[in-house]
């Protein structure tokens, strides 16, 4: 069993930039592979990025390759989710994720363990 906790999130402006980091505690951080997903008001809960226990392996929804990078330290037992150059369509609450052995990284369902999430909000 993992506890994770997100925190990173905020307001910014269009063209900004925002690192969420989700610090994970309770079992081996580095037996888990770890995803972010968002969900905005309205819509379903949406794959961003996951990462291999290695963190060797990094996995991106089309909508934000190039603009997001999901990195992880596992003896700080943390991951991360940088963000750039922001768009207002990036408004969401983001959630780190955390399974064994997720076998489809983009499904949340595959995931075990979740945070209670981070707000993002993107103005124009």
């Known amino acids: 069993q993992v506890q994770l906790v997100e925190s990173g999130g905020g307001l910014v402006q269009a063209g900004g930039s925002l690192r969420l980091s989700c610090l994970s505690s309770?079992?081996?951080?580095?037996?888990?592979?770890m995803g972010w997903f968002r969900q905005a008001p309205g819509k379903e809960r949406e794959f961003v990025a996951a990462?291999?226990?290695?963190?060797?392996?990094?996995y991106y929804a089309d909508s934000v390759k190039g603009r997001f990078t999901i990195s992880r330290d596992n003896a700080k037992n943390t991951v991360y989710l940088q963000l750039n150059s922001l768009k207002p369509e990036d408004t969401a609450v983001y959630y780190c994720?955390?399974?064994?052995?997720?076998?489809?990284?983009?499904?949340?369902?595959?995931?075990?363990?979740w945070g209670q999430g981070t707000q993002v909000t993107v103005s124009s």
């Open positions: 309770g079992d081996t951080f580095g037996n888990y592979a």
């Open positions: 990462s291999s226990r290695s963190g060797l392996s990094r």
């Open positions: 994720a955390a399974d064994l052995g997720p076998r489809r990284v983009g499904i949340p369902a595959e995931y075990s363990h």
